[in-house]
């Protein structure tokens, strides 16, 4: 670079990216408290790099433009295509991201060992462990290729000239937050290193089209670390989420440039690493307690694919003081409605109750379709009546306590089938469309009220 540049030192919102010369408690841009962070900038030359740039050369039509693009690597990890949209797109840039510990790197070792089988080298770039931490790792999951690559480097410049001379087929980069341009001033993880990190390795995808897989760590509030622009130049985001205390897994995909975003591939961890669920269902309600007031199960979607998920409530008098009402894996001002319905509605007294509500498995639903497994549930603790075993029930409730229609009805009744399930409970809309043929399979009740629901599982 011929001009010295010149530092000078700027306040950025990690929420959002936003710049200014002086320090806010709230960004003005996003409203979001305590995210902005000290940083030395360089006036970077004119000309130089800014939003991510790629080939240089004039329009073309579309049919000028090569097909290339569109052909997709698998890995064969069947769980992990899957979220991907069917495999890895050639000249993609792919943010994995999840809380520490969870199994990132452990995924993507297990991923490049099949990469590096089907399409030939693969290289695995780590910016936090040594090489002996790594194999230490590839050995126990039974990683061994000689295809895989293994480079502890931190200056991005360096792994993207890497990257132009050998030519890997996959890149994968552990983590973002170790990485660093030698000509940006401020420390690896802050934003601006962050962000044009990512953008010098989104150009060398695209330049060479080779796919990229980058790591990013989230921060307290489950977001990844560094700005919300991270997510805007990727083309594919990927959150890895489950208990740490509990095997499962969930990779769901949460930005989706060239498949579905509501894809979940799920996951047991083990000592020789990830292995894939194929029956998620099956796995969901094993240990399921037997006679026990409090529990329901239901069917959600998630993405094309249906899975069952027991909740759980839990409904006592409240000691002292206000009612505390908690819920896990479902949302929180949702069951404060359901729960202003059973009173209005149905008569339940609720107000004097502590309420938990709780999705067995680490599962998060967010689909109005279990608003009656969970209004039962509640209702089964409260008058500690059982719902029986062989009872699924879903729909979703509308605020005068009507049960009104949920998509993907005739797939969720035909998992409760496979796994078993006798009598379905959904709302009397959906029942009407409800093939003949199911119909003779497994019993199903339609309900166009909660009360109605309610007399159906007794
Ligand atoms: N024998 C074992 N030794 C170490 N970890 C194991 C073993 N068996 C299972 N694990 C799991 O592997 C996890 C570590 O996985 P991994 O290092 O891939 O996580 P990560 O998301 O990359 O973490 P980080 O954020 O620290 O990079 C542990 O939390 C643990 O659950
Ligand atoms: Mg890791
Ligand atoms: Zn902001």
């Known amino acids: 670079m011929a001009t010295p540049s010149k530092a000078k030192t700027v306040y950025v919102c990690s929420a959002c990216g936003y710049e200014t010369p002086k320090w806010y408690g709230q960004c003005p841009s996003c409203k979001a408290w305590n995210t902005f962070e000290e940083e030395i900038k360089r006036e970077a030359p004119a000309g130089a790099r800014s939003a991510p740039r790629l080939t240089g050369s004039g329009a073309k039509s579309f049919s000028q433009i090569s097909d290339e693009l569109e052909k997709r690597l698998a890995s064969g990890i069947g769980e992990f295509d ?26 993507l070792l297990q991923a490049c060992e099949r990469y590096a089988k089907t399409a030939g080298e693969v290289l695995y770039v780590s910016g936090e462990e040594s090489p002996h931490q790594l194999k230490t790792r590839a050995r126990r999951l039974g990683v061994s290729s000689e295809n895989i690559g293994v480079l502890c480097e931190t200056d991005a410049d360096y792994i993207c ?54 790591v990013g760590h989230v921060n307290k509030d489950g977001n990844i670390a560094g700005p919300k622009v991270l997510e805007h130049i990727v083309d594919c985001v990927l959150s890895f989420e489950g208990d740490r205390h509990f095997s499962y897994r969930l990779l769901r995909a949460v930005k989706n440039r060239f498949g579905s975003t509501n894809e979940l591939g799920v996951f047991d961890m083990g000592d020789d ?53 908690m819920s896990d894996g479902f949302d929180y001002n949702r069951l404060s409605m359901l729960i202003a319905v059973l009173e209005k ?44 075993q062989d009872v699924i029930a879903f729909g979703e409730i509308g605020l005068a306590g009507e049960l009104r229609s949920v998509g993907g009805c005739e797939q969720r009744v035909r998992e409760a089938h496979r796994l078993g399930f006798r009598r379905c409970v959904i709302p009397l809309q959906n029942l009407k469309q409800m093939p003949a043929e199911l119909k003779n399979k497994i019993e199903l009740v339609g309900a166009s009220y909660i009360r109605q629901a309610f007399e159906a599982v007794k």
């Not at 797109?89 to 452990?106: N, Q």
């Not at 937050?177 to 000509?183: A, G, H, V």
């Open 345 to 388: 509605k149905c008569g339940y007294i609720l107000g004097n109750c502590d309420v938990f509500v709780n999705i067995v498995g680490g599962l998060r639903v967010d689909e109005p379709a279990t608003d009656l497994t969970v209004a039962l549930a509640m209702v089964s603790s409260l008058k500690d009546v059982v719902v029986p």
């Open 82 to 107: 899957r979220v991907l949209g069917g495999g890895l797109v050639l000249g993609s840039v792919v943010l994995i991201s999840g809380d520490p510990g969870i199994g990132k790197s452990t995924i």
């Open 273 to 325: 690493g990830l292995r894939e669920v194929p029956n998620p269902s099956q796995s969901m309600l094993e240990g399921r307690p037997k006679n026990a007031s409090g529990s329901c199960v239901a069917c959600v979607m998630e993405g094309s694919r249906p899975i069952m998920a027991e909740v759980q409530a839990l409904v006592t008098a409240t000691g002292y003081g206000t009612a505390r009402r």
């Open 161 to 214: 000239d890497y990257v132009a001379g050998n030519k890997p087929k996959v890149v994968v980069i552990d983590s973002i937050q170790t990485m660093s341009l030698s000509d940006t001033a401020s420390l690896p993880g802050s934003v601006t290193q962050v962000r044009e990190c990512a953008s010098a390795f989104m150009r060398t995808a695209k330049r060479l089209n080779v796919p990229f897989i980058i």
